[in-house]
């Protein structure tokens, strides 16, 4: 399974460009919306990385090495709906001619908390993140990887206040360990195909 072909990209080509979607500044950092920004942070820690600004991308980058695999990270200086401004020249700048080697991390209303799936193409939910970035390549053929946050209670909020507010004390443990995994799931990306991954990864 491969995803859309676009036309050469500038810069040297890495194995795998993965984004985590969020919103920009303190107030956001720890909310359920920033999950996909989490999984970056995990990737970067483990990999001895550190993330610098990257003005013309719109986003915050670093290249790891993973063995002998080159894994770029980036998380969005732009709010989630803008996220589309980010990743279309990050896709440049990493040299990503097939989108199936774009993996976008991001929380999922619809999964329960500490459940993950990666998905290819299809559907985006009315993930506003997912849909500035299909405007920008034109294309939704790019690699998921959902993060379970759960839903509010029905009539308590809506979904766009509940991404919004910090999880409660009980599910960060759940969180942290399905943030953990996702990071698993980046690096069994870099050395294996998304069926290989989607059957290692959604079976829980």
Do not use: C, Q
């Amino acid at each position: 399974m491969v995803g859309r072909r676009l036309n050469p990209r500038r810069g040297t080509p890495a194995d795998l460009l993965v984004v985590g979607l969020g919103n920009p500044g303190d107030d956001y950092a720890r909310t359920r919306h920033n999950a996909g920004v989490w999984v970056i942070e995990e990737l970067v820690r483990r990999h001895g990385g550190k993330l610098t600004r990257a003005k013309r991308e719109h986003a915050d980058t670093d290249e790891l090495r993973v063995a002998d695999k080159r894994l770029a990270v980036a998380v969005p200086t732009t709010y989630m709906n803008e996220s589309g401004r980010a990743v279309a020249p990050l896709v440049r700048r990493y040299g990503i001619e097939d989108l199936s080697r774009l993996v976008i991390v991001h929380d999922e209303l619809d999964l329960p908390v500490g459940r993950l799936k990666v998905k290819f193409g299809g559907g985006l939910a009315g993930n506003n993140g997912l849909k500035s970035v299909r405007a920008s390549l034109r294309s939704d053929a790019f690699t998921r990887i959902r993060l379970g946050v759960g839903k509010p209670e029905s009539g308590t909020m809506s979904g766009a206040d509940y991404v919004l507010r910090r999880p409660a004390r009980s599910e960060r443990p759940e969180l942290e360990r399905i943030v953990g995994v996702a990071a698993d799931a980046v690096e069994h990306l870099l050395v294996s195909d998304i069926e290989a991954t989607m059957n290692r990864f959604n079976a829980g």
